[in-house]
Each structure stands twice: as structure tokens, then as C-alpha cells.
């Protein structure tokens, strides 16, 4: 079998013209470097040098060897900085499937701020609503996907993070003099919520029930995103996830804390049966600091496929 140390010398001997140069580069012995050539003579069946008075002198076949030798190890030198690159993480493709209200958020930063510092990562970032995101997780189509709550399938593994929901007003709102606002304090106003089979439909609806406050909405929609615009316009207020009111803080919006808690879970999903990349783990650990002004609990609920 050919190794590549007996192309280096050969290849050396090439340039160096000269065994006793050809040491020097490789940093051998002149012994070591006759022993290299003679064995790759001997594995090829053919001679690559003939020796008059001293001298190596290449045969055509040599002459001839030497390009595919350059280009083999050229070849080998290059996935050699490919294999570093990857191991520093300054390599790689990254397919990310996403809510469409996350994909005009957050994320977007974040794969900006990962990508800046790795000019030769790619990334493909694809919104669709959440059940597509679980398919193609399923299916192994995607390295992550982000959704609105973790998946319970042998297919995938999830972790989940938790926010804290926050009332949004319009700009110059009354309520916006107080620091924390309650359903009591929102009774019978016009309210931007999500729609009726949402879960946070239900968990806002009964916190104005127990309250006893009129839960008054005007308009259901499917993205918190949606919601937050409206209240900027003047429609109604709403409790919307703080990383949606974040984006739109400056687009006419009041934001306050809302009690009691109203939690949004964000279900961060990966292929069961894939080994993640580097590149990955590195750009979920991305995603989580910027995740940490947001998230109720520093110990994220971790579950894992059987």
C-alpha cells in the first residue's frame, strides 16, 4: 500500500534534485529518504529515479507520476484545513426550519451575529407553520427547528424554553403609568389575542375568568408578531411573548409585565437519530444566550427520544 510519506519524498526528491536537499526539507535522514523511495519503487513495480554517478536522475514514468502526486497531496492538504475548519467551527451548513413570527424576530439576529464570525458557514433558514416544522424534523429533512411548544415523538428530541408573556398598549396608553398590569385592570377593553384553539387563547381567557374580569376580544390572530402591529395602530392591547414586543417596541407600543404569569413555551426540536454537528451544538449554544434576557428558568427542561 502506497503511503503518503513515500509521496512526500518523492516528491521532494522532485523539486530538491537532490536526496541530500530532499532530507533537509522533510527534515529526515538521507537513509530515510532512499528507503522511502526505494520501498515506493517497489510498490509501484516500476523505477522512478536512475543513478549515475552519485545522482538521481528521474525516469519519464516519474516525470509523468509527479502531477497526480502533486495533486493528491494538494487533495490531501486541503481536507486537512477543511477538517480544522470544521473542528474551530468556521465551517459548515446549518438547515434551520422556523415559525414564521421567529423568522422576523429574534433568529434572524442571531444567525447574523453566528455568521459574522464565520464567513464560510452557510445556513438555510425556512419559515412554515408548526406542524410542517415537526414533519420535517421527523423526517430528518432539517438540523433544528424552532415551534411553538416541544414534540412528543420517538423521531425527536426536544428542549423547551419557557417565557414569560408580557401586556402590550398603544403608545401614550393610561395604563401605561403603571408598572404591572392585571386582567382587572384590562377589564372589558378591546384585546388583540391568539385564536380560540391557541393555548394561550385559554390560559389568558381563564386568567380574566378567575379575575372576574370581561375578557374582550376583538381580534384573534395566529402570530403574536400580527398582534403586536395592531396595538401599535391603536386597535386593542394584548399579551404577546417579549421577544415579539422587543421587535416592535419602537413601533408604537407600550410594554409592561403582566400578572399572573402567562408562559409561551418555544419547543427547540433536533432529528432523533442524527448525530448534531459542531456547527450546530455551537449555534443552539448562540441561540441560547440570546435567549437568556427572555426565559423564566435558567435550567432548561430537556427531553430526550427513547
Not at 517497489?42 to 514514468?61: I, K, M, N, V, W
Request: aromatic share 6%; proline share 7%; hydrophobic share 40%.
Amino acid at each position: 500500500m502506497i503511503r503518503l510519506r513515500q509521496l512526500e519524498a518523492f516528491r521532494a526528491v522532485m523539486h530538491a534534485a537532490s536526496v541530500t536537499q530532499a532530507a533537509e526539507v522533510l527534515r529526515i535522514s538521507q537513509p530515510a529518504v532512499s528507503r522511502l523511495i526505494a520501498s515506493l519503487e517497489q510498490d509501484l513495480g516500476f523505477a522512478l529515479f536512475s543513478r549515475r554517478r552519485g545522482r538521481l536522475l528521474p525516469t519519464p514514468e516519474s516525470t509523468f507520476l509527479l502531477g497526480e502526486v502533486e495533486r493528491a497531496i494538494s487533495n490531501l492538504d486541503h481536507i486537512g484545513q477543511i477538517a480544522e475548519d470544521i473542528r474551530n467551527r468556521r465551517t459548515g451548513h446549518l438547515q434551520i426550519a422556523c415559525l414564521p413570527g421567529f423568522a422576523t424576530s429574534l433568529l434572524p439576529r442571531v444567525v447574523a451575529r453566528f455568521l459574522a464570525q464565520r464567513p464560510d458557514v452557510t445556513i438555510s433558514l425556512q419559515p412554515r407553520h408548526n406542524q410542517r416544522v415537526q414533519e420535517w424534523i421527523m423526517a430528518q429533512q432539517y438540523d433544528v427547528g424552532f415551534s411553538e411548544k416541544p414534540l412528543d415523538h420517538p423521531a425527536v428530541e426536544s428542549e423547551t424554553l419557557r417565557v414569560r408573556c408580557v401586556c402590550i398598549l398603544p403608545k401614550g396608553h393610561p395604563l401605561a403609568a403603571r408598572e404591572v398590569l392585571t386582567p382587572n385592570d384590562l377589564d372589558g377593553l378591546p384585546m388583540i389575542a391568539m385564536n380560540r384553539d391557541h393555548p394561550h387563547f385559554h390560559a389568558l381567557r381563564q386568567a380574566f375568568e378567575r379575575a372576574g374580569a370581561r375578557f374582550n376580544v376583538r381580534v384573534e390572530t395566529r402570530q403574536f408578531a400580527s398582534a403586536c402591529i395592531m396595538v401599535g395602530e391603536g386597535a386593542g392591547v394584548s399579551v404577546v411573548s417579549p421577544i415579539d414586543a422587543d421587535e416592535y417596541l419602537n413601533r408604537g407600543l407600550e410594554v409592561r409585565r403582566f400578572e399572573p404569569s402567562i408562559p409561551f413555551d418555544l419547543g427547540i426540536l433536533y432529528p432523533a437519530h442524527r448525530p448534531r454537528s459542531l456547527i450546530l451544538v455551537e449555534f443552539v449554544a448562540t441561540f441560547h444566550d440570546s435567549m437568556k434576557p427572555y426565559s423564566i428558568r435558567p435550567e432548561m427542561a430537556v427531553r430526550r427520544a427513547s
